[in-house]
């Protein structure tokens, strides 16, 4: 039942997230699209921050993983940029907020650790001092 009220949770966010600003949604607005009370939010979720910050911890793992298979910086960040793409309304309602330094965040992480896998995968097998990679 976790499982399902969790992403029960993300998708009526995201679906707020597609109407609406950021700044606009409310807690309110969450459980009324899920059909749950506020406890059970709060049982989860400290607030919609924390939840934006699971969800895009998600997308970040999920872009990183496949990125492992693919090899190359290049293809790593338009994945990113795949993703930044398909969710553009999302993504255009968090820039529009307040909260944009959120979605920053979450680019810069993303975009570095694809970086930082990539220049250690190359250096695998080579006498590279760690403070150079």
């Not at 969800?55 to 993983?65: G, Q, T």
């Not at 810069?108 to 006498?127: L, P, T, W």
């Amino acid at each position: 039942m976790q499982k399902n009220t969790k992403e029960l949770i993300s998708i009526a966010f995201l679906k707020l997230l597609n109407e609406k600003p950021f700044d606009k949604i409310t807690i309110k607005d969450i459980v009324v699209e899920c059909n749950i009370n506020r406890n059970t939010f709060y049982y989860y979720y400290s607030d919609v921050y924390d939840l934006l910050e699971e969800i895009f911890k998600k997308e970040m793992y999920a872009i990183i993983e496949t990125h492992k298979e693919t090899g190359t910086w290049m293809e790593g960040f338009l994945k990113v940029a795949h993703t930044a793409h398909r969710h553009k309304r999302i993504v255009h309602n968090i820039c529009n907020s307040r909260s944009y330094d959120y979605f920053e965040n979450y680019m810069y992480k993303a975009c570095n650790h694809i970086i930082i896998d990539f220049v250690q995968v190359s250096a695998e097998g080579m006498r590279v001092p760690d403070e150079d990679i």
